[in-house]
């Protein structure tokens, strides 16, 4: 996603991964339409963990904000527990949303 916000297009995306384009392109587009709730999230979860926490500035975009709000938290936890947190950026994510970046939040006509 980070490359993605920073301008590079699916297609380039999916060779670099060595990924379907559209799978790529369909990712990304879902992680557009949730970043306004992915953002919060990690904003919220930014205040929590760190101590004095220095709030991301608005990008521009959602889904950049999204990006920016995610590594404020990454960082932050990594600061928070230096030994025991070693997880990818990325990573963390999963583990933060249970794995459901593209599905979460939970939709009201979703059911698990």
Known sequence: METAVLGMGHRSIAEVLG????AVRGRIRRFKMR????????????????????????????????????????????????GMFMVSRWEFVGRVLGGRLLTWPPTANCST
């Open 35 to 82: 970043a306004e709730e992915v953002r919060r999230h990690f904003t919220v979860g930014l205040v929590a963990v760190a101590d004095d926490p220095v709030m991301p500035d608005p990008m521009g975009s959602l889904p950049t904000d999204a990006v920016v709000a995610v590594v404020a938290a990454h960082r932050a936890a990594m600061t928070g527990w230096p």
């Open 19 to 22: 990924r379907a384009d559209a």
